[in-house]
């Protein structure tokens, strides 16, 4: 299998590779670009004296209003926002209290209804949740030594956080409300929820575990409500003969409710209760955005960068790059325009590039 060969960012970002799930602009009316016709600009974010500016999640209201977060190995340049213009710093610590932290997740509903998750670093707890109103930032503290990895914003009053220890959080507008899923976890693993998403009042999540005794990774597919979770399948990845059956980095919900999840074999889509392989590639996959049934994108590592037209996959060989240089995390689209959103890992400083298609 093919992988980032910078260790720096493999640690970090097989944490981040969590689930996605973009509640933005609606399905556009009209005739939708294809991707491969578009004209491409790339936008490059680099925080000034910073070895690392690493965004790897983005979520858009529109073209206009596009958010992307990550991190940065300093205390500045770790959110970004796009006006349409051009993209601007956004620093919410002058309402909420300061800390070292990054941010793996962003996700919202609209313009003035913006959600971010991360964890915060040498400080008295790691959870870290942040919510723009369109005014101002608010911290929803949990008081917990846990790291938020995963987020769904479904609506208003129904907000679902994944997190270390597969702890789920669960806010409803109101008061947060707390569940840990019972799983069978060998003795001294790492485990936590690298993809959460909610459909038809039911919540799918997949749990990643590392077994350090065992030198295997263990992942648990589940589903179900607060108190009341369902293991639907499991599985072990040891060596090349383990059997995959779905993406290990984690899942998403499409705009027309379409479940898939994405990883170190390709991309899966979940139908009729069973993962049926869409994109079967010995690269890492990291992300889709579904717009409809005939539109959807998927990127990963290399550049890995995915049109499906309605009939097939088909590779936009633009951005790929044989060194493994390009790492593509996320992507959002509204049909008329695309963002791709990819980090640097071979060069230093590195950075991040934003792809703009139009």
Not at 122 to 142: A, F, P
Not at 191 to 200: D, P, R, T
Request: glycine share 8%.
């Amino acid at each position: 299998m093919r992988t980032v060969s910078k260790l720096i960012i493999l640690a970090f970002l097989f944490i981040i590779s969590v689930s996605c799930n973009d509640k933005g602009t609606d399905p556009v009316n009209g005739e939708l670009k294809d991707p491969r016709n578009m004209k491409w600009t790339a936008d490059t974010i680099a925080y000034q004296g910073s070895f690392q500016t690493l965004m790897i999640s983005m979520w858009a209201s529109s073209p206009t209003d596009v958010w992307i977060a990550g991190h940065n190995e300093i205390m500045r340049g770790k959110i970004y926002r796009y006006n349409g213009a051009d993209w601007k710093e956004v620093y919410p610590f002058g309402e909420i209290p300061i800390s070292s932290y990054s941010l793996t997740k962003v996700m919202g509903l609209d313009y003035h209804n913006v959600w971010m998750i991360g964890d915060r670093r040498g400080y008295t707890r790691k959870d870290l949740i942040i919510n723009w109103d369109g005014s101002k930032w608010i911290e929803h503290n949990q008081n917990l030594q846990v790291r938020p990895i995963s987020l769904f914003v479904n609506n208003f009053h129904d907000v679902w956080v994944g997190c270390d220890s597969a702890i789920v959080l669960h806010y409803n507008g109101v008061k947060w409300e707390r569940d840990k899923l019972k799983l069978s976890i060998p003795k001294g693993s790492e485990y936590f929820i690298n993809g959460i998403v909610s459909k038809e009042n039911t919540i799918y999540s997949n749990v990643a575990v590392h077994d350090v005794v065992g030198h295997r990774y263990l992942f648990y597919f589940v589903k179900g409500t607060m108190n009341n979770w369902t293991v639907l399948d499991s599985m072990e990845q040891k060596n090349p003969d383990s059997v995959i059956k779905w993406g290990n980095r984690g899942l998403t919900l499409g705009k027309n409710g379409n479940i898939y999840s994405y990883g170190d074999w390709g991309l899966w889509i979940y139908k009729n209760e069973v993962w049926e392989r869409t994109i079967p590639i010995n690269y890492t996959m990291l992300n889709i955005y579904e717009l409809n049934e005939n539109y959807k994108i998927a990127v990963g590592v290399y550049g890995m960068v995915w049109f499906y037209d309605g009939s097939q996959w088909k590779q936009i060989e633009k951005f790929y790059t044989a060194d493994g240089d390009l790492y593509v995390s996320d992507v959002w689209t509204d049909g008329k325009e695309i963002f791709i959103l990819s980090s640097t890992s071979n060069q230093y400083p590195q950075k991040t590039i934003v792809w703009h298609g139009k």
